[in-house]
């Protein structure tokens, strides 16, 4: 007998406890007062908090790469150094000489 109202009673507070903590989340006096003062609703605050956070993995990506791109820069000069020997005339350009 006890152990079938141990378990009705953990059954039941199981059951019904994400009820109780489902009301819906009361703002903070201090976030409400922030959003009167700054004429910004809740949901453009959260937005320009998410644009900086982006802002700053953006700015952590490009020193990332900035710091592995320093080891393969003579590669890259190497392969840009290289002269063609071909010149290329650009006959279509205003101004430019025909060769005859």
Known sequence: MNTKLLTGTI???????????????KPSPAKTTQAKRSGMSQDMQQAIAWERAKDRAAAR????????????DSADRMMEDKDSGRKVKDTKAPGAKKDQ
């Open 61 to 72: 990506q490009a020193r990332i790469e900035a710091r592995h791109s320093r080891t393969g």
């Open 11 to 25: 059954g039941a507070i199981l059951l019904l406890s994400p009820l109780a903590y489902a009301q819906e989340e």
